[in-house]
């Protein structure tokens, strides 16, 4: 079997769900569905603009434990509780990702877990020169 990294965030659902925040296995990382918890809160509540900045520095601190970086990702997937926010996101998204350019998908859902969270970002990456 081929061996796996995980990198786990104290998420109070992780335990209770069974996942971890990233996973590398050989050159390619994965990272789950991410919000803007922190220390059990939400960050930037009302702001999908604040919570997508949140949610990337998330994401970046997990791809920096398995030896990945936001410049090895490939796609990002954004899930948003309301698409006329769109621009607020993809600012934010930009903002990180505007020389890098993943593959990149928004779409609007029902609901998250917590309502007050308006923004949940998946990330894959491949690690450059492995």
């Not at 925040?21 to 918890?37: F, K, P, Q, W």
Request: glycine content about 8%.
């Amino acid at each position: 079997m081929t061996e796996r990294t995980r990198v786990f965030t104290g998420s109070p659902w992780e335990p209770v769900v069974g996942y971890c925040r990233a996973i590398r296995v050989g050159n390619r990382v994965e990272v789950a569905g991410t919000t803007a918890m922190k220390d059990g809160e939400v960050v930037g509540v009302g702001s999908a603009y604040e919570q997508t900045k949140s949610i990337i520095k998330t994401i970046e601190e997990a791809l920096h434990k398995v030896g990945a970086n936001l410049t090895d990702v490939v796609r990002t997937r954004m899930f948003v509780t309301d698409i006329s926010k769109w621009e607020e996101i993809g600012k934010a998204h930009g903002e990180f990702f505007k020389d890098i350019q993943p593959v990149a998908t928004m779409v609007e859902v029902k609901a998250l877990i917590d309502s007050r969270l308006l923004v949940e970002i998946e990330a894959e990456a491949i690690v450059s020169g492995e």
